[in-house]
């Protein structure tokens, strides 16, 4: 003990210790801080309004944000339409079907378009969609958030796939299934919570892109009817409104912050609980 | 009485086919029991690894057959020859003839040949479904076409389930306890009406009050099905079977009466194992 | 009987030739391994489509400015005269901040989740932690033009430049005036966003090492620290500068919050107080307003550049994490 080296190896540890907690529970605390600021701002701003109204011109205050809902939820729709089967289908194709060379360059593929950078995204669906018609819509922002849906669905659908036991597909094919019949009688059903969560998630977090949306998507102050107009979204409204000088708008904003990490975090939610209590995979 | 084969050699395994089958025949006609598979000169490789060393086989109608050995000596993967299961595998190959009533199965439609070939596995493995639709499943992927739920409940009677289950057929076969989750596998086997029962180690996973309900299941079958049955345990081989395989290192060292080969075996190495010298 | 012998032969796949395919074909199974076959390839293709319309619509400006464009310090709309390097410059140290901060907090929250925590209580931070990778990049901006800007206008920014400012050479990164947005505040939000991805990838790698590891080197005297920073830590490495290169693909990248408080100015600046751009903040800000073909060619060809980053480093991070995972790194 009176050793003063020991004694120093001895402070160290307890110092450097506690300043791993201290990162940690430092970091667990910005999302304490995050929410308790958005309920705290966006609560008082939130009204029925902000659910039921157009936005009202510079100037004027109240007014809400239901172009932005509707308009958000369009976007998802088509993201949803668009991306979902791609990833379901590739992702059984990887877990069922795939040889091993061109698995791995599959794979290596929906990775490397994970890692995309959202705005790239939004300039391929640019160039893919508005360029040819020359005005931005709402089928442009589907497209790029529906790029961004497939990667994920990919990797969540194979790997809950994979965790499907052999002695299920064996006892199907025993019985004379084939093996697509197989797949689709017995396997999907047994991961579909999984896949079903990989799925909410993937939504979720393109629900919240903003970036693809800015120039293809674009922005409406109005409803628009249809796919083939500029449509508001949540995101969007919430960079014009804070980078905006109007008080009124910052409120805007905050209540619409409110509203979107809200959807995205009972969406992250709702899957972890989805996947602890039926389990990714139910087997026996 | 008993047929023989035995194949360290090559050339062994060439010659060794004429007198073990002639054999086997011989015992056929004499206890006047049509043979359901036939199997000759069979090898099977996993890659460049060889299982299965020119084995011969009758698998007599309406009789148990056991299949006993230490474990890894093929037993298991033989079994899964006869439904064409370990096409599965990749990188498998299987060389001789398999006949099942005469028919040579490669040549068959893999699809019919496993209706006609039923199989229940090690461990339980029901479908995350009810258990109606468990035991119906095969009658769907077939397209039967009439009513489901009489032979749903013929099925779960054929399989000593029916009376315990009858009233929650559209509960998860997963609330079942592992004993009956077997039962229920069994009976979705046996839904779509097969000539033959495969089943590999079906009471490994169970305790011996349940094994006992297997057994007396299989007895009461034999009347309807052909079973072979891959078991680590003497004891039910010697139970519950009619005649009985022993394999060693891939090869069929002998095979004739369950009792006779109990009681007088031929080969010392036979002898060896069921007086539990080695494996 | 024996004359007769067939022989079977699965290879892979199983059981193939034209007839086995017919038959197949009839029962489903080719028709669905086409099916899902094709739409596996159909996100190869989209990837290839991807990187060919960044190609093909860059042209303009690849033709114009060739391998200039990354050296030329100007960005001019007005005069069509455009240059990458401050976007790059800005992208750079944006992210460089970013990891400053992040990598070590993120390494010290990992050790913590690893190392100490009780498993329950460390999936349960852990899954906070996810969580916080799922809050929108918008909204980080929001918080971060409402909170961080202000401070850093109010508080930090004449603190740092009060302090450290007056310090030989490091002083040259804080100096000038000071509006709150800019680099630094830039990198400070990013930290933040990237801080989960650096956590949550440690975590897994660190939880890989053997425990007989940490034994070994508790046996032999030493503190958990010791043990943990000394053993632990080097063996797990690979993994660890795996986390760091995906976190760093994840800055470079990062657009909505940076966009919002970097303060938007073309500009190479020594401080880090001052405003500036970086690659996805510029298209970001003006790919809508970009009159003239060429300032948009200018602004894709910034989007190649981005892409072909974000593709080397995710690359790099995934060789990287695998060797980990697989082998164990090695002792140092």
Redesign the interface.
Known sequence: MSDPRIMW??A??YV??T???I??L???S??FF?LG??IWNGGKSLNWNFFTQLPKPVGETGGGMANAIVGSLKLLMLAALMGL??GL??G???A????KT??F??R??????N??????????A???VV?PVKHFSALAGGVALG?MV??IT?RSTEEFLKAVPGSLREGAMALGA????T?VTVVLPAAKAGILTGMLLAL??V?????PL??TA?GNRFGSPGFGQPTASL?VM??TY??APYDDW?RQ??AA?LV??GL??VA??GA?LLLNRGGAVRSV | MWSVSEGSHATAA?LA??VP?NETRSMASEKETPVRFQI??LNFFYGPKQAIFGLNLSIPVNRVTALIGPSGCGKSTFLRTLNRM????????????ISLDGQ?I?GM?V?NLRRRVGMVFQRPNPFPKSIYENVAYGLRINGYKGRLDDLVESSLHRAALWEEVKDYLHKSAFALSGGQQQRLCIARALAVNPEVLLLDEPCSALDPVTTAKIEELMFHLKDSCTMAIVTHNMQQAARASDFTAFMLDGKLIEHSETSKLFTTPKDPRTEAYITGRFG | ??A????????????AGPRAFL??LR???E???L???I??????L??S??VY??WV?SHLSRAKFGWMFFFTKVWDPNFDNFGAAPFIYGTLVTSAVALAIAV???L??A???S???PRKVSDV?S??????A??????Y???G???VVPVMRTTIGPALINTVGNVPYIGALFRGPNYGVGFLTAGIVLA?MV??FI?SVSREVLLTVPREQREAAMALGA????ST?KVVVPWARTGIMGSVFLAL?RA?????AVT?VIGNAPTIAASLLSPGDTI?SI??SQ??EATGDLYLSS??EL?LV??LI??I???LA?ILIVTTERGGGRPA
């Open positions: 190896r001895r160290l540890n450097m210790l300043l791993t907690g990162a940690a430092g970091v667990v910005v999302l995050i600021y958005l089967p791609v289908l590739a059984v194709y990887l069922e079907f795939g040889g061109f698995s360059v599959v290596y593929t929906t990775d490397l378009l890692g995309v950078p959202s705005i790239v995204i939004g300039i391929f640019y160039s893919l360029l790029m497939i990667p990919v084939s093996k697509w019949k797949i979720a977090r629900a919240g892109e903003t970036a800015l120039f674009f995101p919430i960079y804070a980078i910052h904003a905050w912050g979107l990490l995205v975090l992250n939610l972890r | 060439k086919p004429k089958m000759s000169d370990n096409e599965i595998i990749r990188n498998t190959r299987v060389e001789g003839n040579e490669h439609d699809v | 009987m024996s007769t012998a067939t022989t079977i032969v699965n290879e892979v796949p199983p059981q038959r197949r029962g489903g199974d028709i669905a391994h099916i899902t076959l739409f596996a390839a159909g996100i190869i989209l990837t489509m991807l319309e960044l619509n070590p907090l993120g010290a929250s050790i913590f989740l190392e100490l925590a931070i899954f906070l932690i996810d969580l916080l799922a809050v929108p990049s918008v909204i901006g929001l918080l033009i409402f909170i933040i801080v989960p956590i503190t958990r620290w010791e920073w693909a470079l990248g990062e657009t909505m919002m996805a298209i970001a790919f809508t602004l894709i989007g981005l892409f974000t593709f480093l995710n690359g995934r």
